[in-house]
C-alpha cells in the first residue's frame, strides 16, 4: 500500500458554453425570430402578388367596361332609333306598332341596365341588383301585362347563409 488513508479529491467541469441551458434558450429565441422572418417575407411576397393580381383585374375590368359602353350598347341605342322610326311611320291604332313599341321599351331597359353593369364595373363592384324572388315578381308582371295569366309567388323559408352573406356584402 502506498497510503494508508485514502483520500478523496472533489471537483467539478463545468460546462461548455454550448451546454447551458441559456445557450439552449438563445438558440431557440434566434430559431424563432428566423421563422417569424421567412413568415413576414412570405407574407409581403404574397401581399404583392394578390396586389398585382388586383390591378390587372381592375384594368380589365376597365378594358371590358369601355369596350361594352363604346361598342355594344351604343350599337343597340342606334339599333333603337331605327325602330323608332319604323314605329312612327305605322299607324297609331296597329297592333304591330304597340307591340314594336313594348319590344323598344324593353330594349330601352336593357340599355340601361348594361349601362349600370358597366358602371358597376367601371366601379370594381359586384353586388346584386334584386333578389331571386323579386326578379321573378318583375318578370311575372311583365309576362301578365302580354298574356292572360295571373302570377303569383310564395317564397317558403329564408336564404342559405351564403346568399345572405352575398346580399349584406352587396347592400352595406
Given at each position: 500500500m502506498w497510503s494508508a488513508p485514502n483520500?478523496?479529491?472533489s471537483f467539478s467541469v463545468a460546462p461548455r458554453f454550448t451546454e447551458t441551458w441559456w445557450f439552449i434558450a438563445l438558440c431557440g429565441l434566434a430559431l424563432g425570430a428566423l421563422v417569424?422572418?421567412?413568415?413576414?417575407?412570405?407574407?409581403?411576397?404574397?401581399?404583392?402578388?394578390?396586389?398585382?393580381?388586383f390591378e390587372e383585374r381592375h384594368r380589365?375590368?376597365?378594358?371590358i367596361a369601355r369596350e361594352l359602353h363604346d361598342t355594344l350598347l351604343q350599337s343597340f341605342q342606334g339599333l333603337l332609333l331605327r325602330f323608332q322610326a319604323v314605329a312612327s311611320r305605322l299607324p297609331g291604332d296597329d297592333p304591330t306598332r304597340e307591340a314594336l313599341e313594348r319590344a323598344m321599351d324593353r330594349g330601352e331597359e336593357a340599355i340601361a341596365e348594361g349601362r349600370e353593369r358597366v358602371r358597376s364595373l367601371r366601379l370594381a363592384e359586384t353586388s346584386v341588383q334584386e333578389g331571386l324572388p323579386e326578379a321573378f315578381t318583375r318578370i311575372g308582371r311583365e309576362l301578365a301585362q302580354a298574356h292572360p295569366a295571373t302570377f303569383d309567388l310564395v317564397v317558403e323559408g329564408g336564404l342559405p347563409r351564403w346568399m345572405r352573406s352575398c346580399a349584406t356584402r352587396s347592400t352595406g
Open positions: 483520500s478523496a479529491l417569424w422572418v421567412a413568415y413576414l417575407l412570405r407574407l409581403r411576397h404574397v401581399s404583392q402578388r394578390l396586389h398585382m393580381r380589365e375590368r376597365e378594358r
